[in-house]
């Protein structure tokens, strides 16, 4: 189920931090082209020669992902099959099982907070939508990536198509016919300026270079002049991502979230989401919806190339070619979706009601706790996770979270993919390779603002591992492999609200 995106917000059986979710590759995936020197049928596009490299011809966009010359680029027999095999396992069931076309993208909307992505959602195109609840999100999945190609490259080093590299999807919506252009960043916390947005978005870049240049087009907005209602930031929009999921409201903040892919601008969205509903108000509306992935490609002040590329070399041999240096340069380097991209507008018919237009903002609590926790290891638990929660990668999250000295000050032991309590975890052969549960720890500082969004939870792995003879070692605190802990802002109100709620479950020693 986690392969269809049924990684929720924490609620319940929900997936945060959760090991086995599978994280997005890093890594472009190189793929032999055609011949060296030699353009694939997707050259037909426009040609044009290239200043630095001998040799070094090439052919480029009109600096839009998604027209009719990126597309020839995207059909391209070998480029078309590494989009394949790179796509990410929630991508590709979502893909699959919508049925989404070549060349095309297209929306779907669920109304309920437990639902299988996807399976047990609806077409959005002309659809009469009826919000009776508290949740409503859209999600778009498009056939190719979302980062789309901008060029092909053609030289002495070899061939080669170009993407450029996305964090950012800007949406427009319409309602009634009248647009909204707020044009605010969604990334990190929901009160943030536009600025304290952007610099919180930063934080998804792997390196100095596109640190600089998604700034830069952040700040400028999309290059053809058009403000958005909002652009929203993550870092699961990049190699192998084919979804950009809108959660516009939820009875339960992280329930709307699918982890990891919307967690980073889902809090800020809904707040956003929150503001046109006061403004339209009450009753039937016509919305009409679109997104438009936004990358970055270019050269920045170390020299280094900001790209992804698709090849029949390695990644490196193109970088280090002047004339595909000077190719990148030529393409422009804050590149848009076309307005035109067959699917990625949507029209549909909304009826809210007036208990969704008071302007009431979603506000984080603390995660719930398992019903079904065995009885019997409750304390254990409870006071192993409370006397670990300080040290290793909780602690260590907590300090670089929370302002001041925070310590953990409530446990909150959950259901995590469907199983609580202690787990015994074997290898493939049967040998017992360790036990370990799941935790949240709250966090805060003394003295704090009960209204301040300074206090933190934090989801970590409590573990005991089995020493070379067997026998069991000390419970150690630890993050989800190659993911870390998961950790969210939160009102130090709730953490309090927490502890009294769980009161009846806490143990007398503890």
């Known amino acids: ?11 319940r059986a929900r997936g945060m931090g959760c090991a086995s979710a599978k994280p997005i590759a890093d890594d472009v995936g190189v793929v032999r082209g055609g011949e060296r020197g030699a353009p694939t049928a997707a050259a037909a596009v426009t040609t044009r020669a290239v200043s630095t490299g001998e040799g070094a011809r090439g052919t480029s966009m009109a600096c839009v ?17 590494a989009v394949v095999s790179r796509a990410n396992a929630a991508s590709k069931r979502v893909c699959e099982r919508w049925g989404v076309e070549p060349g095309r993208a297209t929306y779907r909307f669920w109304l309920r907070e437990d639902t299988v992505v996807s399976a047990l959602t609806e077409d959005l195109h ?29 030289g002495d080093v070899g061939s080669a198509i170009v993407v450029p590299v996305v964090y950012a999807v800007d949406v427009y919506l319409a309602v009634d016919g009248v647009s909204f252009t707020n044009g605010h960043v969604c990334a990190g916390e929901p009160d943030f300026s536009k600025l304290q947005a952007i610099q919180s978005a930063l934080s998804v870049c792997a390196n100095e270079n596109e640190r600089v240049l998604l700034e830069r087009a952040l700040k400028d907005g ?74 970055v490609l270019g050269i920045a002040s170390n020299d280094l190339c900001v790209c992804r590329v698709t090849g029949d070399k390695p990644e490196e041999d193109f970088m280090r070619d002047a004339g595909f240096r000077s190719f990148i340069q030529s393409l422009g ?47 254990e638990c409870f006071t192993i996770a409370m006397s670990l929660a300080n040290t290793g990668p909780p602690g260590a999250m907590a300090r670089s979270m929370v302002p001041g000295t925070p310590l953990c ?6 259901t995590t993919d469907g199983t609580s309590g202690i787990a015994a975890i074997e290898d493939k052969a049967g040998n017992l390779q360790f036990h370990e549960f799941h935790a949240w720890g709250l966090y805060q500082s003394a003295g704090a603002d009960p209204d301040a969004r300074t206090a933190a939870q934090i989801k970590f792995r409590c573990v005991k591992y089995e020493n070379d003879e067997g026998a069991p070692t000390q419970w150690v605190a630890e993050a989800y492999g190659a993911r870390p802990c998961n950790g969210l802002m939160m009102k130090n109100k709730y953490v309090s609200e927490a502890i009294a709620r769980d009161s009846a479950r806490i143990p007398s020693s503890s």
């Open 1 to 11: 189920r986690r392969g269809d995106c049924r990684a929720r917000g924490e609620r």
């Open 65 to 81: 992902m998604r027209d009719d010359a990126s597309n020839a680029l995207a059909n391209d027999a070998a480029y078309a099959a």
């Open 126 to 154: 002309g659809a009469d939508v009826r919000v009776d609840g508290g949740d409503a999100s859209l999600m778009m999945c498009t056939h190719g990536e979302l980062e789309a190609p901008c060029g092909m490259y053609v």
């Open 222 to 295: 999309p290059k053809d002049g058009s403000t958005p209602w909002c652009t929203v930031v993550g870092d699961r929009f990049g190699v192998g991502a084919h979804l950009c999921h809108l959660p516009l409201m939820s009875d339960h903040l992280d329930g709307a979230i699918l982890d990891p892919y919307s967690k980073m601008y889902a809090h800020s969205l809904m707040w956003k989401w929150t503001d046109v509903c006061k403004k339209i108000g009450a009753g039937t509306h016509k919305v009409t919806i679109r997104c438009a992935p936004r990358g």
């Open 333 to 379: 380097s804050n590149l848009s979706t076309s307005s035109s991209a067959e699917g990625m507008t949507s029209t549909f018919s909304l009826t809210i009601k007036e208990e969704h237009c008071v302007g009431v903002k979603p506000e984080r609590r603390a995660q719930e706790w398992a019903d079904d926790w065995p009885e019997d290891e409750i304390a």
């Open 409 to 414: 000050a409530h446990i909150i032991l959950p």
